[in-house]
């Protein structure tokens, strides 16, 4: 088997007919060339779940939800989504040849909605939602009852809503464990709700379970400051996550304000011995410039988020620079075309009258 499917045994329990795949998993762990060493890191490593069929780690999600679905015969999807969940949810869908409905956020990025109503998903967006918190819960409670009248569930990537499609973004953690199997000390993650965080904390666990010489690494949950419902209480040495009347971070994907899977994120990490990071919006803006102009990684805000905690959790002092650190990379930069047009826009961009103005302006600068 290909895929997340490699790891079945590990997956629940589903017939062969109902296992499809369009080639996501077994992403790049790669290196860092540029940035690690001007950061003081000797081994910095960026785990790229871009290159997933619809662009995100969410495709691991969509392949475990939409199998479990067709295992229940259910032949329609109802979730809710600020953009890659749909359009992982909306890309599996068509190809098991069962209908989407799609709740988005409020002002989720134009691309990814567009890439979902490519697929063919219904798109459906409520003012508030997922910003506001009375809103979402509004909208949760109802999707989750009109659900339930058909025989369905809302699937979200989260444990508390959909924790067969979860098992699917575990499999991100047997990856990292069977490249670095003795080495990664830290792994860094973006969190919204929590659950790709969550699903890092069990992946690593289970391994362990499979294997008892392996030595589990630190997962941190990194978070936008103006959505800290996870990763503030984590620091803090809490126990359980916080809601937030309304989530004031730009980054797309990452704004969560309930908790979800908040409390077991927490558990999770600290289990682990990782912590929480609190990072402003500029930080990560300013970090997926940096993949992109350093490294040649093109990513969305969110899936530049790890790396700002990195830089944080090395400004404390908290890591060791000769450790093995991992970040997750998680959504293309084709997914956000506002914040990819305004890493473009600092870019050397010229027009020439006349060929022998390009040629003499390049033999000057080279």
């Known amino acids: ?36 060493r001007a950061m003081g890191l000797e081994n910095l490593y960026f785990k790229l779940e871009t290159v997933n069929p619809s662009g995100s780690y969410k495709d691991r999600f969509a392949a475990c939800a ?37 709740v988005l956020v409020d002002g989720a990025p134009e691309a990814k909605v567009r890439q979902m109503q490519v697929y063919g998903a219904s798109t459906l967006m409520v003012r508030g939602f ?16 009109l659900a339930r009248r058909h025989g369905g569930l809302v699937q979200i990537s989260a444990y508390c809503c ?26 860094f993650s973006p969190a919204g709700g929590g659950g790709l965080t969550l699903a ?15 030595r589990c690494p630190r997962v941190h949950c990194v978070q936008p400051s103006g959505n800290d419902t996870i990763a503030g209480p984590l620091k803090a040495g809490l126990r359980t996550a916080s809601a937030i009347r309304t989530s004031v971070t730009s980054i797309s994907g990452l704004q969560v304000p309930n908790v979800l899977d908040g409390d077991m994120t ?29 490294e040649g990684i093109f990513c969305e805000p969110a899936g530049a988020a790890a790396l700002a905690g990195v830089k944080l959790a090395l400004k404390s002092k908290e890591m060791d620079k000769s450790d093995h650190i991992v970040c997750l990379v998680t959504g293309h ?19 020439f009258e006349n060929a022998r103005e390009t040629f003499q302006y390049i033999e000057s600068n080279v």
């Open 200 to 214: 890092l904390t069990k992946g690593f666990r289970l391994w362990k379970q499979m294997s008892s010489t392996y």
């Open 1 to 36: 088997m290909t895929g997340i499917w490699k790891y079945q045994h590990l997956l629940p329990a589903l017939r062969d007919d109902c296992r499809l795949t369009l080639g996501e998993a077994n992403t790049p762990l790669v290196r860092s060339r540029r940035l690690g």
């Open 130 to 145: 997922g910003k506001d918190a009375v809103v979402s819960k509004e909208v949760m409670d109802g999707l989750t009852a």
């Open 333 to 351: 930069g084709f997914k956000d075309l506002v914040s990819a047009g305004k890493i473009a826009a600092r870019s050397d961009n010229r027009y």
């Open 66 to 102: 939409v199998a479990d679905l067709l295992q229940r015969n259910i032949n329609f999807c109802i979730a809710t989504s600020s953009g890659n969940t749909g359009a992982a949810l909306a890309a599996y869908g068509a190809a098991a040849g069962i209908q989407c409905f799609l």
């Open 162 to 187: 959909s924790p067969a499609g979860m098992t699917g973004v575990q499999t991100i953690a047997y990856e990292i464990a069977e490249s670095l199997p003795k080495h990664t000390a830290h792994v």
């Open 266 to 294: 927490i558990e999770g990490c600290r289990s682990t011995g990782g912590s929480g990071w609190t990072v402003p919006d500029e930080l990560i803006y300013e970090c997926q410039r940096e993949l992109a102009v350093k």
